[in-house]
Nanobody, 127 residues
Framework: QVRLQESGGGVTQAGGSLRLACEASGGDFNKYSMAWFRHPPGKEREFVAAISWNIGNTYYTESVEGRFTISRDNGKNTLYLQMNNLRPEDTAVYYC????????????????????WGQGTQVTVSS
């Protein structure tokens, strides 16, 4: 299974920006659909964004649409999440996840479909 390592979390004020990165190793990155999930304090883990392995379709949860951008650089085996106009409610531990050949919207947004996870990176947004 591919191994994942997130970086780029931190503390910022509302309206600020952060870019998360997730470096993959131990597998053919090109065949993996990738996603970001987050675990806000006191809440369940939730889907944030996903990008498919083949044609790079992207999907977002409604609350981040227009503010966050998911992308991938297959040459660097790295997934990104550019987060702009951050809000206090974006505060969470952010995880990247991977699953080979995963497709269809319903499966890409479901955490149970992913077999590989990073250790998480904390994002804190102050008001």
């Amino acid at each position: 299974q591919v191994r994942l390592q997130e970086s780029g979390g931190g503390v910022t004020q509302a309206g600020g920006s952060l870019r998360l990165a997730c470096e993959a190793s131990g597998g053919d990155f090109n065949k993996y659909s990738m996603a970001w999930f987050r675990h806000p304090p006191g809440k369940e883990r939730e889907f944030v964004a996903a990008i498919s392995w083949n044609i790079g379709n992207t999907y977002y949860t409604e609350s981040v649409e227009g503010r966050f951008t998911i992308s991938r650089d297959n040459g660097k085996n790295t997934l990104y999440l550019q987060m702009n106009n951050l809000r206090p409610e974006d505060t969470a531990v952010y995880y990247c996840a991977a699953r080979a050949y995963l497709s269809s919207y319903g499966r890409l947004i479901a955490d149970k479909e992913y077999g590989s996870w990073g250790q998480g990176t904390q994002v804190t947004v102050s008001s």
